[in-house]
């Protein structure tokens, strides 16, 4: 479709300019872009941590934090990129905006109820951001018991409750997501024609509102126990603080299913664009997203092997969490078989998928190796466990949202960013991510704990190397906020469908109007018809 | 238009226009399933919800469970009784402010969410009295618990959470009062009829489910202890 040339187009953008047209929106759109606005101000924040722990660790000696001020910023870090990036990152920023235009919905279904997820995340942030200024937390971001409760000094309180306040805007998402694709589907939209994408948003939805109750309930005991003194938790009472990890991770392990879930979305969304082939085995993909959603819940005693648990229990636990693998597999398998003889078109979403593509495979294997039993005893709490579940979040979940945002931008703004920047910006990570979080994995296998400020100098040459890689990581991060930002006032027009990409978001324009479709389109075919011939567009 | 769409004739024709019909729907039918589905999907993160407190009772109870039958013997169960049966009541009284709802009858809507409100009210004030006892006997968990015996530390656990799960749930009909009192508003300016009561019923199965939660909580906190005595 060619874009009508029209003096100014009513976009959901330009259509209202108040402060609290914004504030006040209904539109996923534009909720979409607020998600993005404080999600990026927590991924700078969090970043400002993770630099100051690496600047710590350069040497051996805790010559810049003191070892207080070190378990601070591992847990401001911890806490601020989990609750406030990963999990919300790719489904309330893309997937609010582009879930109803794909699946030809004027909105979601409840968009007041959108509204408030962002507010009470925001609240939730704000909640955390004063804990952080008054001093922060010292706990590590898991909050264990009875440290969290008795042992520790610093704003346990003033955190949970932020973080307990930010679990009802995931859940009120996944709920929102739910209720949407079950009941707003354009007429012809079948469950089998819709895109990957919205099946992994449906099955982190799932993920979402089965799970993020039981970390509110916890937290609640938590705050209870320090707060009015329950005793839930407590050991000299005879309470079990293995009980709180048991709790905690029951959603904590599945939340990494909400990080990781969406991404895998983006990806197949990317893949099938850019190596103009449908995605290879559909419905497998589309189930073992529901896989991955119901075994994830099945595995979250693999992080309680050295707490005391049963050998009999953790031997099932070990082999659930193989079995959770498989899935996963299945998807890398069938991503590199949507490659094979595809005709590959290098822009730069795409060079994140392959970044992705690498890293998850590093970070999915590594995660093979902490599930069996021996093995694990042995990198429980080393920078083995770090360097593998950041290679899952960070070379998974972040390479795959940043493959959406580069994707889906000039829907988002109309306007295309510098091509070539961004694949700079998609190079310097993934060499920036693998010297920084590589090294880690010998670290930890010679034995290196997590989380002290201290080290032994033989140590420090792999440390530099990390330290090194993180700088590079940062200039990536730092370049695509320039170029993203240099593109709304002077990038070039991207017209509706600038990758000639197949599915319903494509078919509005760029920016979409106010209600996403001038009418309501009726679906007759698959979200996929790529073809190989119509390679050369750009 | 790539190939898969083509345009659907505009929904938006003027015939069917319902006050209370949003925007982003097709029709009211389309609106009342969405909705209907979303609130079953609340309940069901609601079940979770409690599901953490109810697997910490249990775990405790297997450990603990003589200072379960001590504790649970400190509850007075004649006035936990009278509650059960109030919130069956206001389930019935619910149940019928539904129905007039549906049939088109806002004058008794409203009769019956005002008597449901009642014994919503009547539940609260017993559990106040309720919780006040445990007060003045040191039951309450924290540097001032008393309780006589070697079970004191368990019997402390257990009263924690005696208070978290009655707590939460004494917040969930706080909630629901306000909320039946914005529906009993609603069906006093006669904003429902038979086309169109979602609130009301999605205002229902709120309440119903509090009232299940509540089914659940007396015979684990109160009756706990009354086959000890039969043994």
Same mark, same amino acid.
Request: proline share 6%.
């Given at each position: 479709?060619?874009?009508?040339?029209?003096?100014?187009?009513?976009t959901?953008? #330009?259509?209202?300019?108040?402060?609290?047209?914004?504030?006040?929106t209904?539109?996923h759109?534009?909720?979409?872009?607020?998600?993005?606005?404080?999600?990026?101000?927590?991924?700078?924040?969090? &970043?400002i941590?993770?630099?100051?722990?690496?600047?710590?660790?350069?040497t051996?000696?805790?010559?810049? /934090?003191?070892?207080d001020?070190?378990?601070?910023?591992?847990?401001?870090?911890?806490?601020?990129?989990?609750?406030?990036?990963l999990?919300?990152?790719?489904?309330?920023?893309?997937?609010?905006?582009?879930?109803?235009?794909?699946?030809?919905?004027?909105?979601?279904?409840? =968009?007041?109820?959108?509204?408030?997820?962002?507010?009470?995340?925001?609240?939730?942030?704000?909640?955390?951001?004063?804990?952080?200024?008054?001093?922060?937390?010292?706990?590590?971001?898991?909050?264990?018991?009875?440290?969290?409760?008795?042992?520790?000094? *610093?704003n346990?309180?003033?955190t949970?409750?932020?973080?307990?306040?930010?679990?009802?805007?995931?859940?009120l998402?996944?709920?929102?997501?739910?209720?949407? %694709?079950?009941?707003?589907?354009a007429?012809?939209?079948?469950?089998?024609?819709?895109?990957?994408?919205?099946w992994?948003?449906?099955?982190?939805?799932?993920?979402?509102v089965?799970?993020?109750?039981?970390?509110?309930?916890?937290l609640?005991?938590?705050?209870?126990?320090?707060g009015?003194?329950?005793?839930?938790?407590?050991?000299?009472?005879?309470?079990?603080?293995?009980?709180?990890?048991?709790?905690?991770?029951?959603?904590?392990?599945?939340?990494?299913?909400?990080?990781?879930?969406?991404?895998?979305g983006?990806? *197949?969304?990317v893949i099938?664009?850019?190596?103009?082939?449908?995605?290879?085995?559909?419905?497998?993909?589309?189930?073992?997203?529901?896989?991955?959603?119901? +075994?994830?819940? /099945?595995?979250?005693?693999?992080?309680?092997?050295v707490?005391?648990i049963?050998p009999? *229990?953790?031997?099932?636990?070990?082999?659930?969490? +193989?079995?959770?693998?498989? =899935?996963?597999?299945?998807?890398?398998?069938?991503?590199?078989?949507?490659?094979?003889?595809?005709?590959?078109?290098?822009?730069?979403?795409?060079?994140?998928?392959?970044?992705?593509l690498?890293?998850?495979?590093?970070?999915?294997?590594? &995660?093979?190796?902490?599930?069996?039993?021996?093995l694990?005893?042995h990198?429980?709490?080393?920078?083995?466990?770090?360097?593998h579940?950041?290679?899952?979040?960070?070379?998974?979940?972040?390479?795959?949202?940043f493959?959406?945002?580069?994707?889906?931008?000039?829907?988002?703004t109309?306007?295309?960013?510098?091509?070539?920047?961004?694949k /700079?910006?998609?190079?310097?990570?993934?060499? &920036?991510? #693998?010297l920084?979080?590589?090294?880690?994995? %010998?670290?930890?296998?010679?034995?290196?704990?997590?989380?002290?400020h201290?080290y032994?100098?033989?140590?420090?040459?792999?440390?530099? /190397?990390?330290?090194?890689?993180?700088?590079?990581?940062?200039?990536?991060?730092?370049? =695509?906020?320039?170029?993203?930002?240099y593109?709304?006032?002077?990038?070039a027009?991207?017209?509706? #469908?600038?990758?000639?990409?197949?599915?319903?978001?494509?078919?509005?324009q760029?920016? =979409?109007?106010?209600?996403?479709?001038?009418t309501?389109?009726?679906?007759?075919?698959?979200?996929?018809?790529y073809?190989?011939?119509?390679?050369?567009?750009? | 238009?790539?190939?898969?769409?083509?345009a659907?004739?505009?929904?938006?024709?003027?015939?069917?226009?319902?006050?209370?019909?949003?925007?982003?729907?097709?029709?009211?039918?389309q609106?009342?399933e969405?909705?209907?589905?979303?609130?079953?999907l609340?309940?069901?993160?609601?079940?979770?919800?409690?599901?953490?407190?109810?697997?910490?009772?249990?775990?405790?109870?297997?450990?603990?469970?003589?200072?379960?039958?001590?504790?649970?013997?400190?509850?007075?169960?004649?006035?936990?009784?009278?509650n059960?049966?109030?919130?069956?009541?206001?389930?019935l009284?619910?149940?019928?402010?539904?129905?007039?709802?549906?049939?088109?009858?806002?004058?008794?809507?409203?009769r019956?969410?005002?008597l449901?409100?009642?014994?919503?009210?009547?539940?609260?004030?017993?559990?106040?009295?309720?919780?006040?006892?445990?007060?003045?006997?040191?039951?309450?968990?924290?540097?001032?618990?008393?309780?006589?015996?070697?079970?004191?530390p368990?019997?402390?656990?257990?009263?924690?959470?005696?208070?978290?799960?009655?707590g939460?749930?004494? $917040?969930?009909?706080?909630i629901?009062?306000?909320? $039946?009192?914005?529906?009993?508003?609603?069906?006093?300016?006669?904003?429902?009829?038979?086309?169109?009561?979602?609130?009301?019923?999605?205002?229902?199965?709120?309440?119903?489910f509090?009232?299940?939660?509540?089914?659940?909580?007396?015979?684990?906190?109160?009756?706990?202890?009354?086959?000890?005595?039969?043994?």
């Amino acid at each position: 479709m060619q874009t009508m040339v029209v003096e100014k187009p009513v976009t959901y953008i #330009n259509h209202a300019h108040t402060v609290m047209s914004w504030l006040l929106t209904k539109d996923h759109k534009r909720i979409g872009i607020l998600y993005l606005i404080v999600v990026s101000t927590a991924f700078a924040l969090g &970043g400002i941590f993770a630099t100051l722990i690496r600047m710590e660790l350069t040497t051996p000696a805790g010559d810049l /934090l003191s070892a207080d001020v070190y378990n601070r910023m591992f847990t401001m870090h911890g806490v601020t990129m989990v609750f406030f990036v990963l999990v919300p990152a790719v489904p309330a920023v893309l997937g609010n905006f582009v879930m109803p235009l794909m699946i030809g919905a004027k909105d979601v279904a409840f =968009p007041k109820l959108n509204l408030l997820s962002w507010y009470v995340f925001t609240i939730g942030f704000c909640f955390t951001i004063v804990s952080m200024v008054m001093g922060g937390v010292d706990t590590g971001w898991t909050f264990y018991t009875p440290y969290s409760s008795q042992g520790s000094e *610093s704003n346990v309180l003033l955190t949970g409750v932020g973080v307990f306040i930010t679990g009802f805007s995931s859940i009120l998402t996944g709920l929102n997501f739910m209720v949407t %694709i079950h009941r707003m589907r354009a007429p012809g939209m079948t469950w089998f024609r819709l895109p990957l994408f919205i099946w992994a948003l449906y099955s982190t939805s799932l993920v979402m509102v089965l799970g993020t109750p039981v970390i509110a309930i916890t937290l609640l005991m938590l705050v209870l126990e320090r707060g009015l003194h329950l005793g839930i938790f407590d050991p000299r009472l005879g309470g079990d603080p293995v009980l709180f990890q048991h709790l905690f991770w029951f959603y904590s392990h599945p939340a990494v299913y909400i990080m990781i879930l969406p991404p895998m979305g983006v990806i *197949s969304e990317v893949i099938a664009c850019f190596s103009r082939k449908n995605v290879f085995g559909y419905s497998f993909v589309a189930f073992s997203s529901l896989a991955i959603a119901v +075994f994830g819940f /099945l595995v979250w005693a693999h992080h309680l092997f050295v707490a005391g648990i049963s050998p009999y *229990s953790a031997l099932i636990f070990s082999f659930l969490s +193989f079995a959770v693998a498989i =899935p996963s597999a299945v998807k890398t398998f069938n991503w590199t078989a949507t490659l094979y003889k595809g005709a590959i078109w290098w822009k730069t979403p795409m060079m994140f998928v392959f970044g992705f593509l690498g890293l998850f495979l590093v970070g999915g294997l590594t &995660g093979v190796f902490l599930a069996s039993l021996g093995l694990d005893i042995h990198l429980t709490d080393t920078y083995f466990v770090v360097a593998h579940f950041h290679y899952i979040m960070v070379g998974g979940a972040i390479m795959g949202y940043f493959a959406g945002l580069h994707y889906w931008w000039p829907k988002m703004t109309g306007r295309m960013y510098n091509d070539t920047l961004g694949k /700079l910006a998609a190079l310097l990570i993934f060499v &920036g991510f #693998n010297l920084t979080f590589g090294p880690q994995f %010998i670290l930890g296998y010679l034995g290196m704990p997590r989380r002290y400020h201290v080290y032994p100098p033989e140590f420090q040459v792999l440390n530099v /190397l990390s330290s090194a890689g993180a700088s590079i990581l940062a200039v990536g991060y730092v370049l =695509p906020a320039l170029y993203f930002l240099y593109s709304l006032k002077f990038g070039a027009i991207a017209g509706a #469908n600038p990758w000639k990409a197949t599915g319903l978001e494509w078919t509005t324009q760029s920016p =979409p109007l106010p209600e996403n479709f001038p009418t309501t389109p009726i679906v007759t075919e698959g979200a996929y018809h790529y073809s190989k011939r119509e390679i050369k567009v750009a | 238009m790539p190939d898969g769409t083509i345009a659907a004739p505009d929904e938006h024709a003027p015939h069917q226009h319902h006050p209370a019909l949003q925007h982003h729907f097709q029709d009211l039918e389309q609106q009342h399933e969405a909705s209907t589905l979303g609130m079953w999907l609340f309940l069901v993160t609601e079940v979770m919800f409690f599901g953490g407190l109810i697997l910490a009772y249990s775990l405790y109870r297997i450990w603990y469970p003589v200072a379960w039958a001590l504790g649970s013997e400190e509850l007075n169960i004649y006035l936990g009784g009278f509650n059960t049966a109030v919130l069956i009541g206001s389930s019935l009284t619910m149940a019928l402010a539904v129905r007039s709802a549906q049939t088109g009858a806002p004058k008794a809507t409203v009769r019956w969410l005002l008597l449901t409100m009642a014994f919503g009210l009547t539940f609260l004030v017993v559990k106040f009295f309720e919780y006040k006892e445990k007060f003045e006997l040191h039951h309450v968990p924290g540097p001032n618990f008393h309780f006589e015996g070697p079970e004191s530390p368990h019997v402390q656990i257990f009263f924690s959470l005696y208070f978290a799960l009655t707590g939460v749930h004494a $917040l969930h009909m706080i909630i629901g009062f306000g909320l $039946l009192s914005v529906i009993a508003t609603m069906a006093a300016r006669k904003r429902f009829s038979p086309e169109w009561y979602t609130p009301v019923e999605l205002a229902g199965l709120y309440w119903h489910f509090v009232d299940i939660v509540w089914i659940f909580l007396f015979p684990l906190l109160y009756l706990v202890d009354r086959s000890h005595h039969i043994i």
